[in-house]
């Protein structure tokens, strides 16, 4: 059963601004009803204060906020059919956990508040904690009686403000799984706030990246990672190796790039269009690192496409992109992979993640290598854009 108003959650023209200061710049965004979303940003990016905003904890300067058919942008908080749940999970310590999923209930004397209790701790697989006092609960199980809590009045839309933040890794993780199918199960628009990448990836269907108060990409978790539009998006989401390029020359399907050395491919869909000095990106994962020699044969020459490369098990593998005379800075065995820094020819640090499969030894700092690459794992970005956006963003002012 859905809930009363519900419908696509709008925000037209949302600004917010505090003095001089623009936190939220004419945000114009809506989010599918039903649909998991969240908004991803470093700190001081103004996803926080879009929340507040929408949940009525913040008026906005300008703008519209409507859910379906009504305009909420200045009802009360308590008016709004919308609910959230904090990183910090403000439980009443004195009452039990059925006690604190049946107040809102309670407050407004709906009916059958036994059921919709029952249910709702089903759901969040509470069962069997629902006498204990939140002190006698773990991090994780806190966190899901907050969002029972919420989820049992049954709100139109359900904000999230980096509510796994507090808890650790590999308890994050778990939550990340459980939270994506309780939104699943129950079917309300679910709007998440969150700086960490992986937990956006996780769960939403569909991404805001955002970046000084407006939205730098959005789009599905998949197409923002290969698809980056800008530096920023490139950076933020994931790692990039960005390399200053010059256009050669435009085929119909792919694009001759220079690099400092040699050249390399790019689909010509993945090119801006009216630029010729680019910034050539590839992600770590994509590409693979080649000893100098291969069964006592040496692979040398520039860098260039269409050469033989070897993969990790000595097969040749043609039509990569490839740069040569490269050397290992750094190599850490992460397990799963090894993550290597590579110094290519023009003094530029790459960032390389091997995955682990067992057949290949691991090069070691100093050692020559060639880098290896398909060309439809590449991307260009106009290199007018800071090829250092959105790095090392954390740290900053909340927001």
Known sequence: MLPQDSGDLTLTSLTKRFGQFTAVDSLDLTIAQGSFFALLGPSGCGKTTTLRMVAGLEPPTHGEIRIGSRDITYDKAYRRPVNTVFQSYALFPHLSVWENVAFG??????AQVD???ADVLELTELQALAGRKPAQLSGGQQQRVALARAIVNRPAVLLLDEPLGALDLKLRR???????????EVGLTFVHV?????????????IAVMNAGRIEQLGAP????????TTFAANFLGQSNLIRATVEQRQSDSVTVALPRGTVRVPAGRLPGGVDEVWVGVRPEKISVHGETVDGKTVGGKTGFGQTAHDGT????????????AVVTDASFMGVSTQYLVRTPWDQQLMVFEQNRGNAGIHRPGDRVSLSFAAEHTFALDANQDSA???DLDGEAPG
Request: charged share 30%; net charge neutral; proline share 4%.
């Open 115 to 117: 059921k919709q209790v």
């Open 389 to 391: 956006a959105g790095i």
């Open 314 to 325: 000595g097969q040749p593998v043609a039509g990569l992109n490839r740069i040569e005379g």
């Open 105 to 110: 209930l309670k407050r407004r004397r709906s």
């Open 194 to 206: 969150t700086h960490d990448q992986e937990e956006a990836m996780t769960m939403a269907d569909t």
């Open 222 to 229: 998949a197409d923002l990672y290969e698809n980056p539009a």
């Open 174 to 184: 778990q939550m990340q799984v459980e939270l994506k199918r309780i939104q699943t």
